[in-house]
């Protein structure tokens, strides 16, 4: 297999301004790929030109394309990588979060979060994603989550069709501790290199976040982490030649239980 050079963007979102995250997100990416460096996917956190702002119905792009996506295939198009990131789409009565994957010829994919955040009724303004998307780059399977699904181990489990998992998120400082448990647990127990992507600062409903954008390999250990509070690009090389080697010789996957997903 193949490797994979990921960069994952920690920064403070500017609340409800597109304009300002664009500009923000242009400066610190441009001062991050310096001295040739290059990126296969360049990743950003949850609802990254608006922040999680569920219940205002004009916080939304279309579902034909805006602003966020224009924005998207221009920065694929320049670094000539894969940008990932979610968005609020509009999508019937309601909208979609929707985390966009833009590659450099203009191609786009995408995967709408299945689990929302019941406690910031999230429901209430956003549909439920219905498919289990896996997006596949340089030949390397990745399993898309959004924030919340992080919870859920079933919808994340490996059926042996992903080699990364990747969570964009806005998740909570308060919850932190959370996080940074469950990202090494969907790592162990998947047999798959995981990437978290947070946010950092106070978002417009005064909720603190603190980071902890991070990538994991496959037995649960931190490869590189951001600084927690600080606005940082991390990157990571992954090889997956080592992936491999490591189910050779531990394939626990092979006494794992079936089960089939239903909507």
Known sequence: M?????AAVQFDIHWLDQQANFSHLEQQIAAHFTDN????????????????????DDVKEPEDGGKALAWLK?????????????????HNNKKVNRFYWVFADGKVEHYDKRHLFRLGNEQDHVEQ??????????????LPLV???LRFPVWSRNKQDYDLMINVANWPAARRHVWDTLLKARAMENHSFVVGVNRIGTDGFNTAHSGGTTVIDFTGENIISAEDNQQQIISATLDFSKLEQFKAKFPAFLDADEFELTN
């Open 129 to 142: 994603g219905e498919i289990r998307k896996v997006i596949t780059i340089k030949g390397i399977k990745i």
């Open 147 to 149: 924030c919340y699904d």
């Open 2 to 6: 193949s490797t994979l050079t990921i």
């Open 74 to 90: 221009k920065m694929a198009q320049q670094y000539n990588c894969v940008v990932a990131g979610s968005v609020l789409v509009s």
């Open 37 to 56: 460096e290059t990126a296969d996917l360049l990743l950003l956190p949850e609802t990254f030109s608006t922040g999680f702002c569920i219940n205002k």
